[in-house]
Structure formats: structure tokens, C-alpha cells
């Protein structure tokens, strides 16, 4: 298999890739992206022997652009149509960013069955990013209102930003941009839907993972990288893994959000580490 779409339940076709064979791994990837941003680790596991397989989220890349389901209980229901149609077993899921709230939710509503060996939340959005009297450590309300403003008003010009700045750490001083990777980040969100991204901006920000990652049994790793200025580690990693059962933390000082991208030779080495584990 190379790449195909399923059809959900209420219409909505999701494109996935589906490359190798042996155990499988399934990728989840952050807003507004694609698949194609886990390019570096596709390549990388199937050559080591693994079977490979991403998707994008509905309203995200080549999938339908959606304007309903935009919210966490569709998407891990999607991605559970998914597992089924593919028979997975003992996959392993890795999510970045709100794909890591997706992979929470997934693998605690619908996991069972043998379906899932072990989970990765990669600068996770989990437990719950906006600031409350129950979270006080979260980021203000104001801050995602700022990002639905900016998406609103020229969503061309806010997908250059936010790539050349904080997401992978460009803005930091002696920090050279990569000009391709700030293009492949554009082209992957200018691909989606604008509705179903000015929806997801709550998705990430305001669902609360709490009870998902407490009922999750599966071996866990979350890797945060201790210089994210999009998800701040110590409201999210530093929460999330005295939530799991099963969870084990791992930090890396001075990387940025997009670090696996940034820094894949690193992230895939301790990515392989974990899964052989």
C-alpha cells in the first residue's frame, strides 16, 4: 500500500499514507499541518524495518475540508475508523502537539482490544493549555482569541509567522531559519481548510485530557523540548506524565516545538529507543 482514503461515518474522507510492513506505527501530526510533517520519521522507521502510517486530520491537508467533527471526539473517532479498516494491532502511536491530544484521546476511548502497544506525546498539548481556576498555569484565553484574529484576517501571512519565529525556535538569537522548512509548513496549512482550523484552535486550547491520560494503560513516553515558547513544557509534559500510569519523561534543553523536525536525527534515535524497549 502506498496512500488512500477512508470514508467515515458521516462522510468525511480521510487521506492517510500506509508504507512497510512489520509493526506499526501510527503517526499523528500537529495544527494547521499534514502528514507530510512527519516526513523525517516516516523514512526513517520504515527503513528500520517498521510499517508506517500517518493521516491527515480532518479539514487538514488532502482530507475533506470539513466544516463539522472539527473537535477531539471526532478526530480520535476518526482515527479509530481508521485502525479498524487497517486492522491494527499493537501499534504504536505518536502524536505531535494537538496530534499528541488526539493520541490521548484515541488510545484511552478507543485502545483497547490489543489495538495499542505503547503511546508518544511529542510538545503535547495534554492536560489542558488554557489558563482556569483549575489550570492557573495556563496560557490566557487571549492568546488563541489572537491567533483566531490573525488566521481571520490573513491566514497567508500568519502561517509565515508563526514557522519563521516560535515554532521551531527561529526567533531565539544565533538560531538560523531554515527557509524550506518554513515553506513546507505554509504549503502543508495553506492546504486546509480555514474553518476547520479556526475550530481546531479550540480543539487544542481548551479540551481538558486529565481523565484520558489517567485512563491510559500503555507504556507512554513524552518528549518535550524545554525551549517550547508554543507549548510551554512545565503546563503540559512536566503535568501530563504524573497523570499516566505507564509514563516516562524525557526533556531536552533549548529545543524548540518542532523538534522533530529541527532535531530528527535525536528524536528519532530515542523514538526508536522507547518503541524497541
Same mark, same amino acid.
Given at each position: ?55 491527515? #486530520? ?96 490573513? #491566514?497567508?501571512?500568519?502561517? #509565515? ?117
Amino acid at each position: 500500500m502506498s496512500s488512500d482514503t477512508i470514508t467515515t461515518q458521516d462522510g468525511t474522507r480521510i487521506f492517510y499514507k500506509d508504507w512497510g510492513t512489520g509493526t506499526p506505527i501510527v503517526f499523528h501530526h500537529g495544527w494547521p499541518l499534514s502528514s507530510d510533517d512527519w516526513d523525517a520519521q516516516m523514512l526513517f522507521f520504515l527503513q528500520h524495518g517498521f510499517r508506517v502510517i500517518a493521516h491527515d #486530520r480532518r479539514g487538514h491537508g488532502r482530507s475533506s475540508q470539513t466544516d463539522r467533527g472539527n473537535e477531539m471526539d471526532t478526530y480520535a473517532a476518526d482515527v479509530a475508523a481508521l485502525a479498524a479498516h487497517l486492522d491494527l494491532k499493537g501499534a504504536i502511536h505518536v502524536g505531535h502537539s494537538t496530534g499528541g491530544g488526539e493520541v490521548a484521546r484515541y488510545v484511552a476511548r478507543h485502545g483497547g482490544n490489543g489495538r495499542v502497544a505503547k503511546a508518544v506525546l511529542i510538545g503535547a498539548v495534554p492536560p489542558v493549555m488554557v489558563k482556569s481556576e483549575k489550570n492557573p498555569g495556563g496560557l490566557p484565553i487571549e492568546v488563541f482569541d489572537g491567533f483566531r484574529k490573525a488566521l481571520a484576517a490573513n #491566514r497567508a501571512q500568519f502561517y #509565515r509567522d508563526v514557522p519563521a519565529g516560535p515554532f521551531y525556535g527561529f526567533n531565539r538569537p544565533g538560531v538560523e531559519a531554515i527557509p524550506g522548512v518554513v515553506d513546507n509548513w505554509w504549503r502543508q496549512g495553506m492546504i486546509g481548510s480555514a474553518k476547520a482550523h479556526y475550530d481546531c484552535i479550540k480543539a487544542f486550547s481548551e479540551t481538558d485530557f486529565t481523565e484520558d491520560l489517567k485512563r491510559i494503560q500503555v507504556p507512554t513516553l513524552v518528549m518535550h523540548g524545554e525551549d517550547d515558547q508554543i507549548v510551554p513544557i512545565a503546563d503540559s509534559a512536566q503535568l501530563s506524565v504524573k497523570l499516566l500510569k505507564h509514563g516516562t519523561l524525557k526533556t531536552y534543553p533549548g529545543f524548540p516545538h518542532g523538534m522533530a523536525t529541527t532535531h530528527a536525527e535525536v528524536i528519532n534515535a530515542d523514538l526508536l529507543a522507547f518503541i524497541k524497549g
